[in-house]
């Protein structure tokens, strides 16, 4: 069984910054880490994904530049540093994780996915 623990969410001004974590725990395997967020009314829409070694790194293109993923396989861990946030990244983020060496940017592609923490920026 493989769950997904979010957290690191909460209120920001905009500007601000946060850095969210995805604890991932059962038999991971090698496997691709994947950020996705639901804004109010919104669909689901990736954010940025990376594969098992770092190597290889995706990222939506509103939020190129001012986020960055990174990954501690020792800690079975998976980071979102939030920079320069804006009201229009308030959503729940969530952390997904695929069973395979790939980076995937489509919800399909994940197998596992985390109960999601909320973002919130204020203007």
């Known amino acids: 069984q493989v769950q997904l623990v979010e957290s690191g969410g909460g209120l920001v001004q905009a500007g601000g910054s946060l850095r969210l974590s995805c604890a991932f725990s059962g038999r991971t395997f090698s496997n691709c880490m994947g950020w996705f967020r639901q804004g109010p009314g919104k669909e689901r829409e990736f954010v940025a994904a990376i594969n098992w070694s770092g190597g290889r790194i995706h990222y939506a293109d509103s939020v190129k530049g001012r986020f960055t993923i990174s990954r501690d396989n020792a800690k079975k861990t998976v980071y979102l540093q939030m920079n320069g946030l804006q009201p229009e990244d308030t959503a729940v983020y969530y952390c997904?994780?695929?069973?395979?060496?790939?980076?995937?940017?489509?919800?399909?592609?994940?197998?596992?996915w985390g109960q999601g923490t909320q973002v919130t920026v204020s203007s």
């Open positions: 997904a994780l695929a069973v395979s060496t790939v980076v995937g940017t489509s919800e399909g592609w994940y197998d596992y």
